[in-house]
């Protein structure tokens, strides 16, 4: 399996911060590489797909790069309802895997 | 507009058997590929597997193996996950989640508002 690591495991920021989030694949994945954000008690919500990719109604704050095992989400400026836990996933082959996450706390 | 909407939360002794359902409405059933993802207590997003809605063929991740079943009723548009021998390690929100493929690429643009399983004695 493809193993999915993401870093920090956490982060404090304010809001109007700019924010970056890291995670590498433990082998080339290309670009199929998807960003969830999740907040407490509720199902994840996609946010980019195939690297950097902004899914419909996503807000432009939010972007996504890089290629085989390294990528990146940023937000450019934290929104109050940015704070949450954001999750990578790799699409690569089965099973599809997740990072373990990155909570993004006041 | 899609929904995908989970049985409610379930307290089982270890041991036991449980059946959870997602219904989906909204779409064309049988179009999308339906997955499930485990998220224990604390802890990150696990990927179960996922069930053909066509075929009804589903595919386990290999730690999800043996207790762990998929099934489909498609005059309901529903799908279930059935897991048996209950541990409490099985202790977890159960989301299930649509498959959604765009220019090459899949992710998960829709998913249940989540089952949580709690198995105790």
């Known amino acids: 399996d493809i193993q999915m690591t993401q870093s920090p495991a956490s982060l404090s920021a304010s809001v109007g911060d700019r924010v970056t989030i890291t995670c590498r694949a433990s082998?080339?994945?290309?670009?199929?590489l998807n960003w969830y954000q999740q907040k407490p008690g509720k199902a994840p919500e996609v946010l980019i797909y195939?690297?950097?990719t902004l899914q419909r109604g996503v807000p432009s704050r939010f972007s996504g790069s890089g290629s085989g095992t390294d990528f990146t989400l940023t937000i450019s400026s934290l929104e109050p309802e940015d704070f949450a836990t954001y999750c990578c996933?790799?699409?690569?082959?089965?099973?599809?895997?997740f990072g373990q996450g990155t909570k993004v706390e006041v | 507009q899609v929904q995908l909407v989970q049985s409610g939360s379930e307290l089982k002794e270890p041991g036991a058997s449980v059946k959870v359902s997602c219904k989906a409405s909204?779409?064309?059933?049988?179009?999308?590929?339906l997955y499930w993802v485990r998220q224990a207590p604390g802890q990150g997003l696990e990927w179960m597997g996922w069930i053909n809605t066509n075929t009804g063929n589903p595919t386990y991740a290999q730690a999800f193996t043996g207790r762990f079943v998929f099934s489909l009723d498609t005059s309901v548009n529903t799908t279930y996950l059935q897991i048996s021998s209950l541990k409490t390690d099985d202790t977890a929100v159960y989301y299930c989640?649509?498959?959604?493929?765009?220019?090459?690429?899949?992710?998960?643009?829709?998913w249940g508002q989540g089952t949580l399983l709690t198995v105790s004695s």
């Open positions: 996933q790799q699409s690569y082959s089965s099973p599809g895997t």
């Open positions: 909204g779409y064309t059933f049988t179009n999308s590929a």
């Open positions: 195939g690297a950097s």
């Open positions: 989640a649509r498959k959604k493929y765009a220019s090459g690429y899949v992710f998960f643009d829709y």
């Open positions: 082998q080339n994945i290309y670009r199929y």
